[in-house]
């Protein structure tokens, strides 16, 4: 075949491949075998390696393509992405549509226009000149990730299109047959399953190597037409729909001028939902004239002309085995229930959260009481109610003032008049910030360079830090503005930043600041859970089972990742492309083995020697027993270390010898 006739049969080639594509991936129907497509590919691959200068970005076997990323550039949006409030009534609804009526001319919405909301990750699709060039992440709404080798190889995403400028937004999902699929294809393989699918479609657009992307059955709902311009919603989804798009209401009625009608319709999909291919929690509305809509404006991050109805929670019963009380970071001390694990809207519940000592009064939650939990749209669950027929005999009302001197004995806490939470006494809301975010930065855990006392006072004082997630969205020209800071300063402490994004695992878990564990807890955690995933679900009988965790550091590890504004805090850092590095199975060269370091090394500072011993698998103690298997001895080594040392036997090794054995080990 000539170069001329490899150019036509190419075309034909991608044209066929592209409607089955389309057919398959879109429509969900299929016009030829996989094993013929499979065919098509290979012959079309097999063209283009011949003739490499007919390849072009919109072929089917571009895909996959290009190294490994070393990280995500940042985009800013054109048009922020914003996100929608939440309702979760008839009347909050009719609440919101009685609002918009007084500011739009003529005081009456002639129509509404609907789709089911998905549980994935928002992103936005460019094209020029009719082929994808772009693809970005929400990010803050403002500013991004650049995604776009990893949205490629989506394959229900078309890589060309009949327009020229475009950009459509849409959310990233797995469609709950392909999540089961793969999770059994998890256990024969002995690996770990997945949580849950919005979690694993964020974190799969967010791997570095496109390769893992493509290994995932990711889907692309398209939700809004950005560019061109619509009249209505409804005419925006038909353009996405022709340019060939999927979307999540392609057999379900959309528009709507009566009210009633729309309410119906919502209770109806209620009933159904469950059949749904994707999760869904709720239902979009939204004013269905695009030029009223953009008329009302946003306040804040959401828009007045459209809101997200919450279909009623989902409801289950299990029993209350512990109350543990987690310390936020404004120092406000929030109860939770830790429960005996139970599946609720899909997912497994092991924690409820019980607000405040007045709601657990008026509940009457006791520990070993059965209760009944419900989910509506928030990340933890919460106690509806008390079974009292089924309470066990002998139970006592919990003290929570007593709870609060038990489980954290050095503080002391106070309730501030005409409030309902109790907190730490004497200290502020931004003084507990800035110390979490020190520690985070600190050595110990992530060591980000120029994040020192001074300057985490200067980014919070400023208000361009409000939470650790605000660390990474953070723009070089924004903290050059600030007194203490240059270009080049500003510039290194967002790269220092940008390393921190793909930390260790127990590192994290050290960065975290919870309350009883450290740098060598963070490691046994770690080394047990292997994951953070698998470290959130853990259960008290797990942790307990750690040589070095008793009752107390469990129950602090147990409420800490059972507070709900801990569990946003790490939704929000993956979201910002926050990945954090799973424990490797391998067997790691000093496992077994217990060291000491005492002195000054020359070459480094203890803590860092620490955290080599630690990485490569050995446990670091502070005092000397028969177990340890060698002292590391720098300048001025503590004399008691050392006569012990002497006395049990224990061998030393100087700082020469302590270096051989990690650069050997490494």
Request: charge should be negative; hydrophobic fraction near 40%; proline fraction near 3%.
């Amino acid at each position: 075949m000539n170069r001329e006739e490899a150019e036509k049969r190419i075309l034909k080639l991608r044209d066929l491949i592209n409607d089955y594509r389309y057919h398959y991936h879109v429509l969900d129907e299929s016009i030829m075998s996989e094993a013929a497509a499979d065919s098509l590919k290979h012959e079309l691959s097999l063209l283009e390696e011949q003739y490499p200068d007919l390849i072009t970005p919109d072929s089917p076997t571009q895909r996959v393509a290009g190294k490994p990323l070393d990280k995500f550039s940042k985009i800013t949006h054109e048009k922020r992405m914003i996100s929608l409030a939440d309702v979760f009534s008839e009347e909050e609804i009719k609440d919101w549509i009685t609002r918009n009526e007084k500011l739009i001319p003529g005081g009456k919405i002639e129509e509404f226009f609907t789709d089911i909301k998905m549980d994935g990750l928002a992103c936005s699709l460019k094209y020029r000149d009719g082929v994808f060039y772009q693809a970005v992440t929400r990010g803050d709404g403002l500013v991004g990730e650049d995604v776009t080798l990893n949205v490629k190889t989506i394959e229900n995403v078309p890589l060309k299109i009949d327009a020229d400028e475009v950009e459509v937004r849409g959310e990233i999902v797995i469609f709950k047959k392909d999540f089961e699929l793969l999770n059994e294809k998890q256990r024969k393989n002995g690996e770990a399953e997945f949580a849950n699918p919005r979690n694993l479609a964020a974190g799969s657009i967010r791997q570095l190597d496109p390769k893992v992307a493509a290994s995932r059955p990711l889907k692309f709902i398209a939700y809004d037409l950005v560019t061109p311009d619509s009249s209505t919603w409804a005419e925006a989804y038909e353009r996405l729909r022709e340019f060939g798009f999927q979307t999540s209401n392609e057999d379900h009625v959309f528009k709507f001028a009566e009210m009633s009608k729309m309410f119906r319709y919502i209770h109806e999909l209620d009933d159904y939902r469950k059949g749904l291919k994707f999760n869904t929690d709720g239902m979009v509305i939204k004013i269905n004239d695009r030029a009223v809509y953009d008329r009302l404006g946003i306040v804040g991050k959401t828009p007045r002309g459209a809101v997200a109805f919450k279909f009623p929670a989902e409801e289950s019963t299990t029993v209350v085995k512990d109350i543990v009380i987690s310390i936020g970071r404004t120092g406000a001390a929030t109860p939770v229930a830790i429960l005996e694990p139970v599946v609720v809207a899909g997912t497994t519940v092991r924690h409820a959260s019980l607000h405040n000592a007045d709601e657990i009064a008026r509940l009457d939650v006791r520990i070993g009481d059965t209760v009944i939990i419900y989910k509506a749209g928030d990340i933890i669950p919460q106690v509806k109610e008390v079974l009292l027929t089924l309470r066990p005999e002998g139970t006592s009302s919990f003290d929570y003032e007593k709870a609060l001197k038990e489980q954290y004995p050095e503080l002391e806490f106070e309730r501030p008049a005409g409030e309902v939470v109790y907190r730490v006494k004497g200290e502020s809301s931004d003084v507990i910030l800035k110390r979490a975010i020190e520690y985070y930065a600190s050595k110990p855990a992530l060591n980000i360079e120029g994040l020192g006392e001074k300057n985490v006072e200067a980014l919070i004082d400023t208000g361009l830090v409000n939470s650790i997630a605000d660390l990474y969205r953070l723009r070089e020209g924004d903290v050059a503005k600030l007194e203490r800071f240059g270009a080049i300063s500003a510039r290194n402490l967002i790269t220092a930043i940008d390393v921190s994004r793909k930390p260790k695992l127990a590192k994290f878990i050290t960065a975290l600041g919870i309350r009883h564990v450290g740098a060598a807890t963070a490691v046994s955690l770690a080394r047990r859970f292997k994951s953070l995933n698998a470290l959130i679900e853990a259960s008290e009988e797990e942790l307990l089972s750690i040589d070095d965790i008793g009752k107390v550091v469990a129950e602090s590890i147990l409420a800490w990742f059972s507070d709900e504004d801990n569990l946003k805090m790490l939704t929000e850092l993956q979201e910002l492309g926050v990945e954090v590095q799973s424990e490797s199975d391998a067997v790691l060269p000093l496992a077994g083995k217990s060291y000491i370091v005492t002195g000054t090394l020359a070459s480094m500072g203890r803590e860092e020697a620490e955290d080599k011993l630690r990485e490569l698998g050995a446990t670091v103690t502070s005092s000397v027993t028969k177990n340890t298997t060698a002292l590391i001895v720098g300048e001025k080594p503590g004399k008691s270390k050392t006569d012990k040392a002497e006395k049990l036997g224990i061998g030393t090794m100087g700082e020469a010898e302590f270096l051989r054995l990690i650069n050997e080990e490494e």
